[in-house]
């Protein structure tokens, strides 16, 4: 499957159009989130801000290099995003050369803003170990152009993590299983399947939402939502079929808020750490 040109640009792309591109500067761009599909996470609202912000990095190295996630300073959760909903979204760049490139970034529905990206990192790597360069530049011209198809992106398959053991009110753990196949793994990427580091922190976001509902004294019938989510550090790739063993701690709280550390490790080797501000009820 991870060839299988049918998924590449659809399993998991996230720019149908960019309506405005400053080479090496900016980017303004579309997405039409499938109607079909049972949800859209927030994780893959903040996946389509930083995929904007590669393709103006890409541009900007002729194709040599593409980013890949490896630090956020803050990630703002503001509204949800429901399936119907067309994403505006925006990416600056700070900096960007054949190392790395440094960003901003933000997305819109309805003139409503549903997330904000704040002082991201990304060190880009080879292009060619992940996907063909000269597939990569006439996507982008297709997208500048006459815009994708849009509507293709079936959504994530469905998958649990397996609660651990409770040793304390105050933590939680979980394995998760990542899948050997799945259709995003073709188009992230073609010559690599990683899996999506947006999927894991998603999977994180989820075992603190747990986490926090069950704290002592939360407030009754008020489900937990993600206000932020800082101090992102993704230090390796995760390939088909691994099993991530996550942990949630409560670092802090207050009467109708709680601060939760997130980690994630394979085979004894950190693969993720972040920390989430987690608020309870509904959004204003």
């Known amino acids: 499957m991870g060839s299988d040109p049918d998924f590449h640009f659809a399993a998991f792309s996230f720019v149908d159009r960019i309506t405005e591109f400053v080479p090496g500067q900016r980017a303004r761009g579309r997405y039409a989130v499938p109607a079909g599909i049972a949800a859209f996470p927030a994780c893959l609202v903040a996946e389509a801000v930083g995929q904007l912000a590669a393709w103006v990095s ?41 190392e790395a490139v440094s960003y901003a970034g933000w997305a819109e529905v309805d003139g409503r803003r549903v997330i904000e990206l704040v002082d991201c990192f990304g060190p880009l790597l080879p292009v060619a170990e992940f996907d063909a360069p000269e597939a990569l530049a006439a996507r982008l011209a297709l997208i500048r152009g006459a815009g994708a198809v849009p509507g293709r992106f079936g959504g994530i398959p469905p998958w649990v993590a397996t609660p651990g053991a409770c040793v304390a009110a105050s933590s939680r753990s979980a394995v998760l299983d990542v899948p050997a196949t799945a259709p995003f793994f073709a188009d992230h990427f073609p010559r690599r399947p990683v899996f999506p580091a947006t999927l894991l922190l998603d999977a994180q976001i989820a075992l603190a939402q747990e986490l926090a509902a069950e704290l002592p004294d939360w407030p009754p019938g008020a489900p937990p939502r993600v206000l932020r989510m800082t101090r992102v550090k993704v230090r390796s790739f995760t390939p088909p079929g691994a099993r991530l063993e996550l942990a949630a701690e409560l670092q802090g709280r207050d009467d109708d808020s709680a601060i939760i550390a997130l980690a994630a490790r394979a085979e004894g080797r950190s693969v993720a750490t972040a920390r989430v501000e987690i608020a309870a009820g509904d959004r204003p």
């Open 58 to 98: 890409m541009d900007a190295v002729g194709f040599r290099g593409r980013p890949v996630a490896a630090l956020a300073g803050e990630t703002r959760f503001l509204a949800p995003v429901a399936p119907g909903s067309t994403l505006e979204l925006a990416a600056d760049i700070e900096s960007c050369d054949d």
